[in-house]
């Protein structure tokens, strides 16, 4: 049986299009995070609803992150330290970078622990929020692998990737 999957999305909450959704609707072991306030995120609320989540989910549990998510996951990893069987962070965005979400709050200061578990840091050539090499530093640092598909832009329902197979590859070797 494949565990159960934690998909936390990004800012705006990863409209229809996006790969996390239209995977979400095809796979009943996917569930998603809820927060008060999609378009101005807290991180402390953001990590709240991790952890409510992942206490109430199976045991066995693989994390799928977008953007802003993979942020708070990490923050939500190194406050509550709980075990998983892996995550797929992806699109990774430098908080100190010119096109962060001012409106996104307490997510600067970010955690460089190395996870417990396997983890996969899915990055693009083009992204405006984060760059290949900001998200190596970050896979470094959290003892994950590391993957730069190419000219993607964020990883999102604008690139166009509609159900990303090849994410869909990644998430299945960490189940």
Same mark, same amino acid.
């Given at each position: 049986?494949?565990?159960?999957?934690?998909?936390?999305?990004? /800012?705006?909450?990863?409209?229809?299009?996006?790969?996390?959704?239209?995977w979400?609707?095809?796979?009943?072991?996917?569930?998603?995070? #809820?927060?008060?306030?999609?378009?101005?995120?807290? &991180?402390?609320?953001?990590?709240?609803?991790?952890?409510?989540?992942? *206490?109430?989910?199976?045991?066995?549990?693989?994390?799928?992150?977008?953007?802003?998510? &993979?942020?708070?996951?990490?923050?939500?990893?190194?406050q509550y *330290?709980?075990?998983?069987?892996?995550?797929?962070?992806?699109?990774?965005?430098?908080? =100190?970078?010119?096109?962060?979400?001012? #409106?996104?709050?307490?997510?600067?200061?970010?955690?460089?622990?190395?996870?417990? !578990?396997?983890? /996969?840091?899915?990055?693009?050539?083009?992204?405006? !929020?984060? =760059?290949?090499? !900001?998200?190596?530093?970050?896979?470094?640092?959290?003892?994950?692998?590391?993957? =730069?598909?190419?000219?993607?832009?964020? /990883?999102?329902?604008?690139?166009?990737?509609?159900?990303?197979? #090849?994410?869909?590859?990644?998430?299945?070797?960490?189940?």
């Amino acid at each position: 049986m494949n565990p159960a999957v934690l998909v936390v999305p990004g /800012i705006g909450n990863s409209g229809p299009d996006h790969w996390q959704t239209l995977w979400e609707a095809t796979d009943a072991s996917m569930v998603r995070i #809820q927060v008060e306030d999609w378009d101005n995120p807290v &991180c402390a609320s953001w990590v709240e609803s991790i952890d409510a989540r992942a *206490r109430s989910t199976a045991e066995s549990l693989v994390v799928v992150a977008h953007s802003l998510g &993979c942020l708070a996951f990490v923050h939500w990893a190194a406050q509550y *330290r709980r075990s998983i069987r892996g995550a797929l962070l992806v699109a990774v965005p430098n908080p =100190n970078g010119p096109n962060f979400p001012k #409106q996104a709050k307490g997510f600067s200061s970010l955690p460089l622990l190395s996870l417990p !578990y396997r983890s /996969i840091i899915v990055s693009s050539e083009d992204d405006p !929020y984060g =760059n290949p090499e !900001y998200a190596k530093s970050c896979a470094d640092a959290w003892g994950g692998g590391f993957v =730069n598909i190419g000219r993607a832009g964020h /990883i999102n329902a604008t690139s166009n990737l509609g159900i990303w197979m #090849q994410g869909l590859q990644f998430l299945n070797g960490l189940r």
